[in-house]
């Protein structure tokens, strides 16, 4: 699991969504929660996104799922583009410009977005550079590998919106189930 920029933790801006795979059968061991630092200042956290991923990249398994919340997405995707092989990605309010496609490598990516997440939509302004607005709009490309699921308005704040998903436990049960289904086809 990977975990935004502004927040306290992977464990405790992700634990909801920890707590459901451990319902949903996932073994407390296979749940980690990669921490890169925090709190990451904005203006540089896509400085050091290139050192953080090479160094998360040497501990992933071909079998490993990424769970990435907004920047932690755009590091599952830098992961992938470094070249480390692993299953699948379930994006949560990606970070990533709307085509972004994650390195063919990966079998499937399951994208969580919502249209009220103006945060994303900040970061498409950042020249030169793979954030932008996935989050906001989901993927807009064509790959067959991309599930979307679009988790709505709830008229909230932005940081809110942002991060609805990671905290409303309808959703968090959602995402758990989705890894546990994409990981385990014939339970």
């Known amino acids: 699991m990977l975990s935004g920029i ?3 933790g992977t464990q405790k801006s992700m634990g909801l969504i920890a707590e459901k795979l451990k319902k949903a059968g996932f073994d407390e061991k ?3 929660a990669h921490p890169y630092g925090f709190p990451i200042v904005f203006g540089t956290a896509w400085l050091r996104n290139p050192f953080i991923t090479r160094r998360i990249a040497k501990q992933i398994e071909p079998d490993d799922i990424i769970i990435g919340h907004s920047n932690g997405a755009a590091l599952a ?3 992938a583009e470094h070249g480390a092989v692993f ?6 309010d990606p970070a990533l410009d709307a085509d972004k496609v994650i390195a063919p490598q990966v079998k499937w990516i399951h994208i969580f977005y919502n249209a009220c997440d103006e945060v994303v ?5 950042i020249p030169f550079h793979f954030w932008g607005d996935q989050g906001k709009k989901g993927y807009t490309g064509n790959d067959s590998r991309y599930l979307q ?3 709505g308005c709830h ?3 932005a940081i809110t919106e942002h991060s609805f998903a990671l905290h409303d436990p309808a959703w968090a049960t959602i ?9 385990h086809p014939l339970s």
């Not at 299953?87 to 949560?92: F, P, R, Y």
């Not at 995402?175 to 990981?183: D, Q, S």
């Open 6 to 8: 502004n927040t306290l």
């Open 30 to 32: 296979e749940i980690v």
């Open 77 to 79: 995707w830098l992961i």
């Open 87 to 92: 299953t699948g990605a379930i994006l949560i």
């Open 121 to 125: 939509s900040w970061a498409k302004w």
């Open 149 to 151: 699921h679009d988790v």
């Open 155 to 157: 008229q909230t704040d």
């Open 175 to 183: 995402i758990a189930k989705t890894a546990w289904e994409e990981t």
